[in-house]
């Protein structure tokens, strides 16, 4: 079997995205369009990838890290002087070159293995991927021999009235025999309008030559659309959420409303979740079995466990562990581990803490930079006060420990196994175990007291 490596081409500005951001670091489902095909192109089987930058670069670079290998196009010359550009890289193959656009996000590892088989089966020195297109309005079209073999892409100015009946259209993504590629890439000229070097022209290179060229039409023409506008990013952004939700639906999660639920792709959910609408699943969330998600959350990076439930919360880079209880309005924030059983009630905000099982905020509280034991209570508007204006300080509570309502915990601070905190009070200094702490002042009621506002 032929090794396969993939040049993806990714050094162009995008002018009609209207963006500082280089066009394939545009997110769709989450991820950047340059990470679906690199995802796209590992799963395909790729044993080396190679992104080709211009503008940029940089970011594209330290946004793909050790993923990938890198050449880099200076001047934006035409996609044939793009894969010029890993000519010194690819020196060595001799398998199968893979050529992919950086903005094609809606490509699957699927369907690239089907091209690469493709190829290797018809034994081809370079086989098209395809499309049949409903409006083939300014694509190339596939003219084909009797054998399927490629005869010609014609460009539809070029094309005759006849070839414009074609729907089968080139996607710009190809395989190559490795060799025959750098070697055909000299003879390429920017004779033309544009004064670039067109990779197509490779082809009838090739094909003069007497080589033989393939093409391999796609299932689903969806799967190779480019992306080069903001309107076309939406559309695809539709796509892949479309295609993610019915994943989870097949794998046993039942979404009440897919058009109001937006899952990332990278995201995993259990069997018998339940999820309602408006709810946003992003990044590397992770959610178990039989939890019921919704409606209005938002997880970001998030994993929970078993039987979570929660409703109208925003929770990120945190964990969650089984029968975690979420109420109304309440934001977990980074750092955040929850418990088996912890039960969050309505607006609370609980952030880079940890809450021991069975624990209890019930309310209106702020628990920050807390490490609190197992089967506590926290009353109504409970504040650990962890910030002097300089420094954060944490906040240390043992097991059982029952803290009465409207409470100031004023870190450092420690709050010991079965400690009471009397409703009211400001506590600074250590309580200890099974004792009560009342920090607040002595009631006075002074009597025949007049308010002079009413005189």
Known sequence: MS?????ILAAGKGTRMKSKLPKVLHKAAGKSMVQHVIDAAKAAGAKRNIVVTGFGGEMVREAIGDQAEFAEQKEQLGTGHAVMQTAELL????GTVMVLCGDTPLLTGDLLKKLFDAHIEAKAKATVLTAIMPDATGYGRIIRMADGSVQKIVEHKDATEEERQVKEVNSGIYCFDAKALFESLKKVTNDNAQGEYYLPDVLEILQKQGEK????AADDYESTLG???RQQLAGAEKIL???KNEELMAEGVTLMDPDTTYVD????VGR???IYPMTWLEGNT???EECEIGPSIRFQNVKAGNHVTGQFTYAHDCELEDGVILGQFTHIRPDTHLAEGVKIGNFVEVKNSTVGKGSKLPHLSYIGDTDMGSGCNMGCGTITVNYDGKTKFRTKIGNDAFIGCNSNLVAPVEVEDGAYVGAGSTITKKVPSNTLAIARARQTNIEGWKDKRNS
Not at 3 to 7: P, R, Y
Not at 265 to 268: E, G, L, M, N, Q
Request: charged content about 35%; hydrophobic content about 45%.
């Open 91 to 94: 020196k060595d193959e001799t």
């Open 286 to 288: 992770v959610i178990g």
């Open 272 to 274: 018998d979740t339940v």
């Open 227 to 229: 992306i080069n506008s």
């Open 3 to 7: 090794d396969l490596v993939t040049v």
């Open 265 to 268: 792709a990278d995201v995993k």
């Open 213 to 216: 060229i393939w093409a391999v």
């Open 241 to 243: 959420r479309r295609r």
